[in-house]
């Protein structure tokens, strides 16, 4: 169970610059606001891609969400509880590589299971993810003797291999090339459906989030607000190219500054 509620969130960070030149508006600690209240609801089991430009706040909130981070005014809600500290219901998949570089691809995804009691079925669970994201053969590399691609690869495998409550995706498939990029949506979605938990995913591919979610957020401007929330309830698969999907898909680039899709 995940229904999420993300009410009057702020967040504000402290002002760095030091310096003052003539006519700068800013004072040295003042707080520079990022998020400024954002309102949204999730229901349990959605799958979320929140787009929005870079720096716009995206990882900010997904932190405040996951309880790594906290907001400066607003709460967000979690089943009705207020979240203020990180939980291991929750996965998190950080933006850069979260693998421990001194263990190897298999032992990274040993981790999400680590509590499992049966060694074979534990062993059996590793292999199909780590063969699911395709990288059968590398059990025993270590990070850095992997592509970019594989790594995050490996990421995701040991983020699914944890069956979360709700899995937290930050730009999961940067990196990664078409191909691949093409699979792990399918898989991502099949396993949604299989599976019914909430996933909260940031792209910044509007591709990805008209095929994949149930439900798409743009934030936008600064400080952050939300520009759209939008529930998509069209069948899978989808066809973006044509109809309502093809209107949608103009309007969240012009929304985020492409006037002309080619
Ligand atoms: N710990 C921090 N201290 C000060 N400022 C921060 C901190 N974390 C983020 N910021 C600022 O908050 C803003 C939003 O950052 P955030 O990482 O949430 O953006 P984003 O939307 O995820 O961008 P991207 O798409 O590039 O990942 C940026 O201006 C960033 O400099
Ligand atoms: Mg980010």
Redesign the pocket.
């Known amino acids: 169970m995940a229904s999420i509620k993300i009410e009057n969130l702020v ?1 504000a ?2 002002n ?1 610059r030091h310096h003052r030149r003539k006519g700068d508006p800013y004072v040295p600690g003042q707080m ?1 606001k ?1 998020l400024d209240d954002v309102n949204l609801e999730f229901a349990d089991g959605e799958m979320v891609c929140i787009l ?12 405040i969400l996951a309880g790594f ?1 906290t907001a400066t005014s607003g709460r967000i809600l979690v089943d009705g509880r207020e979240v203020t500290e990180p939980t291991s219901d929750y996965i998190f998949v950080f ?1 850069q590589s979260g693998l421990l570089p001194w263990m190897t691809v298999w032992q990274n995804v040993e981790l999400g299971v680590r509590h499992m009691q049966d060694e074979e079925e534990k062993a059996a669970q590793i292999q199909e993810y780590i063969d699911m994201v395709e990288l059968s053969n590398f059990e025993q590399h270590f990070p850095h003797q992997l592509s970019g691609g594989m790594q995050r690869r490996a990421e995701l495998a040991r983020a699914l291999v944890v069956n979360p409550d709700m899995l937290i995706m ?2 999961p498939f940067t990196g990664l090339d078409f191909l691949t990029r093409m699979k792990m949506r399918e898989e991502v979605v099949n396993m949604h459906e299989f599976i019914g938990k909430s996933i909260l995913m ?1 792209t ?1 591919d509007i591709d990805d989030a008209l095929v994949m979610a149930d439900h798409i957020v743009v ?1 936008g401007d600064t400080p ?1 607000r939300v520009k759209l929330d939008r529930k998509l309830t069209f069948d899978r698969p989808r066809d973006i190219g044509t109809g309502e999907l093809a209107e949608l898909r103009d309007e969240v680039y012009f929304m985020l500054g492409v006037s002309y899709v080619v």
Request: aromatic content about 4%.
């Open positions: 967040k960070y402290p760095r520079i990022v929005g430009p870079s720096g716009c706040g995206k990882s900010t909130m997904l932190k981070d933006q930050d730009e940031v910044h934030m952050a």
